[in-house]
């Protein structure tokens, strides 16, 4: 112990103190003080925490629907591989490349319906967007105005803030009938950006069975696409001359996101706590190391006086 002791002072004469007991006291409460103080900085890293906390976090999201033609003209060739399937390339960029991002997915052609609610999963989004194909609906010709129907219907409209949809499609409208669905979009702030694929000179589309005699030309309709974003507060894109990812990306600069609050609950870190009290035993064992040197000088030295006296 003595040798444990007289590591918290310079004095070399430490067993022929006559003083012992009382300043080996005094050392033993500094050493306590600094083994008790050590233990507590080690447990203030370990970073204790109790205590929940609740802070309300606003956090602004985009909430996007994307309304994604499969009619047959889709599968026409004008733009590689097909308008289909650089469509899909597109979008699956798009939202892998985008944060803060819910989205859901709308396919249509004769008939619309819901591929994906909104969503976050992104990997689950991207798996059934690329299982989509003109197959995927049971009635063929394209009924741009019931789809857009189907995608307002995917979002809550007590919900405040902007909502968008993004419709990609060639905009060859067979049935469709625009004033009823465009004022309820634009009444519930719902924004319509449209992107037109394909050429406006067209291109032939394939049957099963190859390209037949009666040669059907698929043209995009730049008239209804740029109706629709117009009556909506949105904006028209023409991917002839554009990269679809350009146009991605301008859209997504356009949108405005949608402020929400979230609760979120965290645990207090109480740290600071130990280390503090940590830092006050390291004092308090600093003072007593001092006073003990200083009296076991003290004692010495008058020790010292005494034998010369003599």
Excluded: C
């Excluded at 050392?27 to 205590?51: E, H, N, T, V």
Aim: charged share 25%; proline share 1%; hydrophobic share 40%.
């Amino acid at each position: 112990m003595n040798r444990v002791l007289s590591v918290f002072t310079k004095n070399t004469n430490f067993k022929n103190d006559k003083n012992y007991k009382r300043i080996s006291k005094l050392r033993i409460f500094s050493a306590s003080f600094l083994i008790l103080a050590l233990s507590l900085s080690i447990f203030a890293l370990m970073q204790p925490k109790w205590g929940i906390i609740e802070q309300k976090i606003k956090t602004n999201n985009y909430m996007i629907t994307i309304l994604l033609d499969l009619s047959r003209s889709m599968e026409a060739d004008d733009v590689w591989p097909s308008r289909l399937e650089r469509a899909k390339l597109e979008i699956e960029d798009f939202v892998k490349n985008t944060d803060n991002l819910s989205v859901a997915l709308v396919g249509f052609a004769g008939t619309s319906f819901v591929a994906s609610p909104f969503t976050q999963d992104m990997e689950t989004f991207s798996y059934i967007l690329n299982e989509l194909n003109t197959k995927s609906v049971t009635l063929q010709g394209t009924r741009i105005a019931d789809a857009l129907v189907t995608a307002k219907n995917t979002f809550n409209v007590n919900i405040p803030g902007k909502k968008s949809i993004i419709l990609i499609t060639d905009g060859e409208d067979h049935a469709g009938y625009f004033d009823n669905i465009l004022k309820e979009l634009k009444d519930n702030d719902i924004s319509v950006y449209t992107v037109g694929v394909g050429s406006e000179l067209g291109a032939t589309i394939r049957s099963d069975i190859g390209y037949s005699e009666n040669t059907v030309i698929s043209k995009r309709d730049d008239k209804t696409l740029k109706l629709i974003a117009d009556s909506t507060g949105g904006k028209s894109y023409i991917s002839d001359n554009i990269s679809l990812k350009s146009i991605f990306d301008d859209i997504k600069n356009n949108m405005d996101s949608v402020s929400t609050m979230k609760n979120n609950r965290s645990y207090k870190d109480r740290f600071q706590i130990f280390l503090f009290a940590s830092t006050i035993l390291i004092i308090i064992a600093s003072i007593l190391n001092i006073l003990t040197q200083k009296r076991v000088l003290y004692k010495n030295n008058k020790s010292s006086i005494i034998k010369d006296t003599k």
